[in-house]
């Protein structure tokens, strides 16, 4: 079964600082996702990326940057963070030959103050 | 783009009884689909996914319908316990080959003993 970590599981951060969040994915998957859940919307698609190398913006991009290092590995950084970006982040992956599934971490909860 | 409406935002029902959720989308091009469930503080975990046109998948101790035609998918617990108490989550894929999903805003189901 896939297997997707996220670092760290909760955060705290100042209005203005920068913020990264890891992900970690063990099953070769050529694709990963940032997603963000708030209460009202479900899950919004951030950044996604197809291999290492690669970031695509997704729906909600604005105030977000990606990175894809390796095959494994993908974050999402907060340069400057907002309140507005307090919310609970999912990392996901997947393969096209899988039907399109994803499969997902355990989530980041961020607190901006 | 998708769109995908999901009903209704909150259900509670009795220990035994039946719980529809249902989610119509808007591409008639969409090609997989999927349900997903989250449990309180906890990731979300991949229920069932389906992708024939007028498919009822059976799981334990739920079906997924999918009608293409009216561009419909439902998932009903048969005979809801405490345990099924979570928030549940329809994804439709954007195309065929992308690996991207739209997400439906989620139901939040309380099984009542």
């Known amino acids: 079964e896939a297997a997707v970590t996220q670092s760290p599981r909760n955060k705290v951060a100042v209005t203005g600082g920068k913020v990264t969040l890891s992900c970690n994915q063990t099953?070769?998957?050529?694709?990963m996702y940032w997603y963000r859940q708030d209460t009202g919307h479900g899950l919004r698609l951030i950044h996604y990326?197809?291999?290492?190398?690669?970031?695509e913006k997704g729906d909600i991009p604005d105030g977000y940057k990606a990175s894809r290092p390796s095959q494994e590995n993908f974050s999402l950084i907060l340069e400057l963070a907002t309140p507005s970006q307090t919310s609970v982040y999912f990392c996901?992956?997947?393969?096209?030959?899988?039907?399109?599934?994803?499969?997902f971490g355990p989530g980041t909860r961020l607190l901006v103050l | 783009g998708e769109q995908v409406e999901q009903r209704p935002p909150h259900l509670s029902v009795r220990e035994g009884d039946s719980a529809v959720i249902t989610c119509t989308y808007t591409?008639?091009?969409?090609?997989?689909f999927f349900w997903y469930k989250q449990e309180p503080g906890a990731s979300l975990q991949l229920l069932m996914k389906?992708?024939?046109?007028?498919e009822i998948n059976e799981g334990q101790g739920f079906t997924v319908l999918l009608n293409k035609k009216d561009k419909r998918l439902s998932l009903n617990l048969t005979a809801a316990h405490p345990g099924d108490s979570a928030a549940y989550f329809c994804?439709?894929?954007?195309?065929?080959?992308?690996?991207?999903?739209?997400f439906g805003t989620g139901t939040r189901l309380q099984v009542l003993p």
């Open positions: 996901a992956s997947g393969d096209i030959g899988d039907q399109d599934t994803q499969y």
């Open positions: 099953n070769n998957h050529n694709n």
């Open positions: 990326s197809y291999g290492a190398g690669s970031t």
């Open positions: 591409d008639p091009n969409s090609y997989y």
């Open positions: 389906v992708f024939s046109s007028t």
């Open positions: 994804a439709v894929s954007v195309s065929s080959n992308t690996n991207k999903v739209v």
